[in-house]
């Protein structure tokens, strides 16, 4: 499909429809995610039960006693027609905290990224080569998934992108900053996995006892610093 075939509404279950708005995801199609989640939620409120919104698409949960699927759908198609009037223009985002940079402290090693140094003779790179492109990037966070409080980062310097593990781990440390094609990710709890690891970042990604549970959301973009070992056993790593 080409871009002319967007934007698309297509039914994803009984109560749920998704919207995609573009075939990729880049920067500008994740402002038009973020601001039509916005009106979406602003203007339907409790008549969703729930906005999920990702890399180029947002899956709507409505609540189909209150709400007709039709009635939705002329909905939506209006607010994709205002959209498409401000498609040359800033869009305004009004969610009560504006888009953030969020620097995230990583310990790169190869005791902590056990990859790393296959990582940059696979792209005929140093390893401080790849900590530098890795470290120099700043990263979108394009959606949040696999386990609680695992950002999807894009995107990772084309000279880096390293395709996942045939075989995934069966447990990849809490923490781990890892690499998989052009997205880059830190694992917030152990968990399987089939990323190249690269490093960890000692900070806790996901605390339910926390306000807000994240540090990080949608929209946001996140900076990796790297950091020496001292530093990474100050901030809890180990």
Request: aromatic letters at 8%; hydrophobic letters at 40%.
């Amino acid at each position: 499909m080409n871009r002319s075939d967007y934007p698309q509404i297509r039914q994803a279950s009984e109560n749920s429809l998704l919207i995609y708005l573009a075939a990729n995801a880049e920067p500008r199609v994740l402002a038009q995610v973020q601001w039509l989640s916005q009106q979406l939620k602003v203007q339907l409120g409790a008549l969703l039960l729930n906005i999920v919104p990702s890399y180029n698409s947002i899956l709507l949960v409505y609540d189909f006693l209150k709400l007709d699927q039709a009635q939705l759908e002329l909905f939506i198609t209006d607010l994709l027609a205002q959209l498409n009037q401000l498609q040359n223009q800033p869009l305004q985002l009004h969610t009560g905290s504006e888009s953030r940079i969020i620097e995230l402290p990583c310990y790169y090693s190869t005791e902590t990224g056990p990859d790393l140094t296959r990582v940059a003779a696979q792209h005929g790179l140093s390893v401080p080569e790849v900590i530098k492109k890795h470290s120099d990037e700043l990263y979108q966070v394009y959606a949040i998934g696999f386990a609680p409080g695992f950002a999807y980062l894009g995107w990772v310097d084309e000279s880096i992108a390293t395709p996942r593990l045939k075989t995934p781990r069966l447990a990849v440390p809490a923490g781990s900053v890892a690499i998989a094609d052009r997205q880059t990710a830190v694992y917030p709890s152990t968990s399987p996995g089939g990323w190249n690891l690269v490093g960890n970042c000692p900070l806790p990604l996901f605390d339910l006892n926390r306000d807000p549970v994240m540090p990080f959301s949608i929209g946001d973009a996140v900076r990796f610093i790297p950091i020496e070992r001292s530093e990474y056993l100050n901030l809890g790593g180990c």
